[in-house]
């Protein structure tokens, strides 16, 4: 086990330029904070750049912040900071690729979604300080380094391996304080899989419907068949978390779902952005992974695989007419 100490540095990398990856990049830079962008390549106006202003579009309003950009094969410097707001399914391979520069102290932070790629980094990385995150925040992206926030929500962090991990607490407390003067709304959780869980359920419920029959979120509780095809998708997570014993059915999954898709009605999911596209889906960490363990535990979870199915196909489809 290793002791837990304060990075080196409050410098912090962030892994994955898509709509979140912007969104922290920008309000860590708005927080004073040196940021730096992981890039597997840069982009043909910014080759030769070592700086680029990334937009924030919120309010009405479009603010501009210099980041550092770097490529994820470069060797220098040391990451005591890495956060990866990569898609799910590139995630492993993403802190692969820039592992060389990991700091031996250095806290790896994932803001995914999905689940079963946090329990892996874990494995992957035995005694780092992994901190898992859950967020509601609406983001999508205009262009390139430009990104819209839709929506404010929360974000939770939290540890899933804490027995793993020396002093905890002061893990806890540090982490906390390199977040300080950040305009997003986080915490920190004692319960981490909780969160994980309920934003899985919500993800489950909202991203494979509104990808498949093309709307936005609130539309989704303007439709009784697509609004009972939600209850359905909640009742057989329910009582996946039933046979593992997992406390977080209750308040139901159903009413968090509801809730979620009043706060985002007029956001358009990632799925369908995804699919829209023509771009690979988390299908196989969301829908996919309730699959996988409905099935280890023989329980029968037809609707989730139903929707898991038509994703799949919607893909296979989509990359047959290129």
């Not at 492993?92 to 803001?111: D, F, G, M």
């Not at 779902?257 to 985002?264: A, E, Y």
Request: aromatic content about 6%.
């Amino acid at each position: 086990m290793k002791s837990y100490k304060n990075p080196e540095s409050t410098h912090w990398h962030v892994l994955g330029a898509g709509a979140i990856g912007c969104l922290w990049a920008s309000h860590l830079s708005r927080a004073g904070k040196e940021v730096t962008l992981l890039l597997r390549t840069k982009p043909a106006t910014a080759k030769r750049e070592k700086y680029h202003p990334i937009l924030l579009e919120q309010n009405g309003g479009i603010s501009s912040f210099i980041v550092q950009i770097q490529l994820c094969s470069d060797k220098n410097p040391p990451i005591h900071n890495l956060i990866v707001c990569t898609k799910s399914f590139d995630a492993l391979a993403a802190i692969h690729s820039i592992e060389h520069r990991l700091a031996p102290n250095a806290r790896i932070v994932l803001l995914l979604n999905g689940m079963g790629v946090q329990q892996e980094c874990i494995k992957r990385y035995p005694g780092r300080a992994v901190i898992c995150g859950s967020t509601s925040d609406g983001a999508y992206r205009r262009d390139t380094f430009h990104v819209i926030q839709a929506g404010k929500g929360q974000t939770f962090f939290g540890v899933l391996n804490r027995t793993a991990i020396s002093e905890p607490d002061n893990l806890h407390t540090n982490f906390m304080k390199s977040l300080n003067g950040i305009e997003l709304n986080v915490h920190w959780s004692s319960d981490m899989l909780e969160h994980l869980w309920r934003k899985l359920a919500i993800n489950c419920a909202i991203n494979p419907l509104t990808a498949i029959n093309r709307c936005r979120n609130g539309e989704l509780l303007n439709d009784t068949r697509l609004v009972s095809l939600m209850q359905d998708i909640c009742s057989e997570i329910e009582m996946i978390l039933g046979a593992l014993k997992l406390p977080y059915a209750k308040p139901s999954l159903f009413n968090q779902v509801t809730q979620d898709i009043t706060v985002t009605a007029q956001n358009y999911s990632s799925m369908y952005q995804d699919l829209n596209n023509a771009r690979p889906t988390e299908i196989d960490q969301i829908t996919g992974f309730i699959c996988r363990q409905a099935k280890a535990l023989g329980i029968p979870v037809p609707t989730n695989e139903m929707l898991y199915r038509k994703i799949k196909n919607s893909i296979e489809f989509r990359a047959g007419q290129r």
